[in-house]
């Protein structure tokens, strides 16, 4: 079993930055692949971002690609999505996921959600 716990959502205003955390327990941290997803209102959860086990393989959604860095570290059992020039349409319930078997894209292929943390940005 894995527990993941989201923080660092807020409001913010357009072009302006937030740092989200996931910090995981139960299973050995550094032994799994992360990922990032996205809801927003009214529509489909979408993939934002994952990083594997070592961090040594990044992948982006492109409509994130050059805004948004995702990092984690396994010493602190902890994965981040640091986002920047932020833009309305980020604006949705973000949440990690661990243990892919499959994909890192696909939402289905994750074992584990944290709760989710929201993210608003004004115009």
């Known amino acids: 079993q894995v527990q993941l716990v989201e923080s660092g959502g807020g409001l913010v205003q357009a072009g302006g930055s937030l740092r989200l955390s996931c910090a995981a327990s139960g299973r050995t941290f550094s032994s799994y692949a992360m990922g990032w997803f996205r809801q927003a209102p009214g529509k489909e959860r979408e993939f934002v971002s994952a990083i594997s086990a070592n961090a040594g393989s990044t992948y982006y959604a492109d409509s994130v690609k050059g805004r948004f860095t995702i990092s984690r570290d396994n010493a602190r059992n902890t994965a981040y999505l640091q986002m920047n020039s932020l833009k309305p349409e980020d604006t949705a319930v973000y949440y990690c996921?661990?243990?892919?078997?499959?994909?890192?894209?696909?939402?289905?292929?994750?074992?584990?959600w944290g709760q989710g943390t929201q993210v608003t940005v004004s115009s």
């Open positions: 996921a661990a243990y892919p078997r499959g994909t890192y894209y696909e939402g289905r292929n994750y074992a584990y």
